[in-house]
């Protein structure tokens, strides 16, 4: 056997297949069977540490249960002694005196002992600062005093007079006087420790395994915590309140990345006679739990490594070293220079039978080899003739070939253009048409039936044929073309005409065609093609018909009523021009859709041009807008008629999806040419004055007049001026003092925006800021300006104090605000503290979810916010149990009328309620010595207004910057 073509040592064995791949099948199968455990022992570890804390959080929870019960008798407890020490007191009422109710407390074991006639005031006590005491209106005994109940029995709460925690109970008498008992907070706290919840978690978080525990009343508050310093937080979390709510236990596993810690936290509902009190929270930690299951996981990732390394062994001393002893053998086979060469057999060799094999192989192959040798010289004498043969009916062969296929390719190229030539035809829903000058017969081909349903056989007479078909006036229009053509006028026949049908339709047609002219170039026949171009025309009608009608509901476009109006102008003619707006058409598309929406514009239309007559032009402007012409009329009683039947007709309802819908619109009017000749103008003046009737309560109409252009102009001139300050710095800020009430200490300021060089009111720019936007880019602008002055004060060491900033509800619009400002903090390293955010009720009228979201992260980022000009419209208390605010600014309006002597219990309470949610006070626009008295006495916080100080420049509040100003007003 030739060396050279020997098969490839790599070859006669695949070692893939027979060595790599069984070791890689057992390799992953090993890998599999650990993940199998792995991944079993983690599911059975993890349910049995979740089902050990589901199990230790009912028992805590059976526990709560029972100290709810005894913490209930207890208070019974407490109650009773109270009731009891106001009997002996009634019983001896006839010796009544201020010692006799301090002796009477030491034998009865209470605190507290007073006697209150039938108007609630004390007339005998055992604490000597309550003689003569009043409860006032919001205390637990006014209200009481108003009641006709026996008996009040009060929680601890601060006493009134001294803010030490008691616990109070009433009784009145039968001639309407009270006894009040009093038992120190203190006292019940001992009775009631060993059952306290705070005892409990406190203990609970001592076992091992649990990082710590809580307890949460119904509402998600925490009333129990092992960490205090949390006590009091509300937790959010949406799904751990569904599963308290339904009385179901719910556990979560978590993971800290900073610590690098798990822990299963388990939340269980407690339950007392059949009402959901709160719930008990456990957090328990899976690190012994993880290390168990991470235990595993190596144990099983060794024992594959030992199996597989056994399994190579075997594979290695079994397969592999026989494998390569064999592929030696086997390639020292030389068929030509030694066919007598056989394997080597080996009694203990793994592929001894596949060696006999070979060997059997190499026997017979040898003796075929002499056999083949005898017959190769008669083969070659046989080849040598066969060859010859073959030559000579190759070249005949090849000449009929090169025939066949100039014949072959001459058809093909026939076929080819028929093809053509049909798809031309039918893909273009085309004829072809051939006419005969001297006979003047036509001929049609067979697709112009497709056409126009009519068939012609073979040849038929021009004129009958055009008689036939075409409509009379389109029939001259061919003959002119024609008669043009044979004059030579034109270079071919190119017209378009009409046909009727079989069925009587219209259709277009467009005809082409050239002559063809003999050998003495007299013109005979003359070929072309006809072309349907009716769907063609189709289209260009719906163009033109959509260039000037409003696609939605059928009615002319701005386009059309422009030029409509043009055209009456130019006329010379008097009329008026209406602009027509739907009242709160956003409301419809937002609540119900813009379908829904679109319905209610299509109905609209059709009522509007149900009134249409030959003076009454109406078109869709866009939107929810329709202007109407009304043409010659100069009557304004006349064009008012026109509006009064138009709101008849919107009395009815738009009945939409079987609903009803009742829709109201305003409307602005201008004359011309009275009011002006350009159009523009016109259009501007119907818009002026339709946003006119908007400003003044919508649903009526109102004719322009020069005075709304001198309002807009000037709106028009302040936008100006303030996009103008935008690019020059021509703001700048003035800040009024905003001081604490009991020391008279400067806390804060609240920056003001002023105009440098212009005398226009804030009154005046800022709803024009809004109006058009730029309140956005102003806002932006004051951020910067007061951070950068608190970073000055920073600077030049002085004690900061937060500056208060207006927001404006359309800065809401500025999604990139919270970042704008997260960047300004950081870049001037100011604390966020040190910001706070004012904001308007009116802020919460639009978008109020995404509104308190905004709110939030405000929060978040540290900024204050106060909720500023309260009692100016829209207040509502309600607003302050949701929206997140630290501080109430109470508006001048507010003050100037409860600051008044008889109101002033209302101010009052406003305070004492404000301060009973945990927020701030400040009242602005004070103005008399006689008004922060009062404010002091009802406990304000804070003032802001002109008794201390007005608005001023960055220079005088320095001057002024650790003024008391307490001494300006003593």
Known sequence: MDKSKRIPERSLVNKHKLILKPLMITLVALLGVSSVTFYSSKSFLLRQMQQDGLNLTRQITRQLANHYTSLEIINEMLENKIRIAARVLIRNRNNLSNEFLVHLTEDLDVDELHWLNKEGRILYSSVEGYLDWEPFYGHPLYDFLQSNEVELMEDIRPDAEFGVFTKYGAVRTLEGNLVQVGILA?????????????????????????????????????????????????IHDKNSKDFIMQGKPYGVETYDSEGGTRTYHVTMPVIIEEKIIGAVTLGFSMKEVYASIYKTLINALVITMIMFMLFFWV??????????????????????????????????????????????????????????????????IINEEVSAAFQQLAASEEELRAQYCAIQSYTEKLESLKQKYEIAIKGTNSAVWEMNLEDKQLYLSDE???IAGIAFKDKEDVHKILEELLIEEDKEVLLEEYRKYEKGEKEGIYCQVRIRDKAGNIKWLLISGKG???????????????????????????????????????????????????????????????????????????????????????????????????KLFISRFGGDEFLILISDEESVSEIEGYIQRMLHLFK???????????INFSIGITLYPHDTKNINQLIMNADTAMYKVKQSGKNNYMFFDTKMLEKLKGKVEIASALREALKTEGFKLLYQPQIRVKTGELVGFEALLRLKDQKISPDLFIPVAEETGLIIEIGKWVTKEVINQIAVWKEKGLKLKPIAINFSAKQLNDEKYLEFLEEALKEKSVNPAYIEIEITEGILLERTESTIAFLNQLKGIGVKIALDDFGTGYSSLSYLTFIPVNKIKLDKSLNDKFLEIENIKVMDSLISLVHSLGLEVIAEGIEEEEQYKRLKIGGC??????LFSKPLAIEEIEKIYNHNFLEKIN
């Open 516 to 614: 063809i002219y003999n050998r003495a170039e007299d013109l005979k026949l003359i070929n072309g093609i006809l072309l349907d171009v009716t769907k063609m025309k189709e289209q260009e009608a719906y163009i033109k018909h959509l260039a000037n009608h409003d696609a939605l509901t059928g009615l002319p476009n701005r386009r059309a009523f422009m030029q409509k109006l043009k055209e009456e102008i130019h006329k010379e003619k008097q009329g008026a021009v209406m602009l027509l707006d739907l009242d709160n058409f956003k409301e419809i598309n937002d609540t119900l859709g813009h379908v829904y929406g679109d319905k209610v514009l299509k109905e609209v239309a059709v009522r509007l041009k149900g009134m249409e007559d030959e």
């Open 652 to 662: 009815k309802p738009f009945i939409i999806k079987n609903t009803d819908l009742y």
């Open 186 to 234: 203190d006292r019940v706290q001992e009775l009631t420790k060993k059952f306290s919840y705070q005892s409990l978690v406190e203990e609970l978080s001592q076992e091992e395994n649990i990082v710590y525990a809580l307890m949460m009343d119904a509402d998600m508050q925490m009333i129990a915590y092992s960490d205090k310093a949390n006590l009091g937080t509300t």
């Open 448 to 450: 112009f039936e497709s």
């Open 315 to 380: 594979q290695k001393n079994n397969i592999i070293k026989p494998v390569k002893e064999l592929n030696k053998n086997i390639h020292q086979i030389d068929l030509r220079s030694n066919s007598r060469y056989r394997l080597p057999l080996v009694k203990e060799d793994t592929f001894l039978g596949l060696s006999y094999s070979i060997n059997e192989i190499l026997d017979e192959t040898a003796l075929f080899l002499e056999k083949l040798k005898e017959n190769e010289e008669e083969l070659k």
């Open 941 to 946: 916080d804070y003032i802001q207004g002109y």
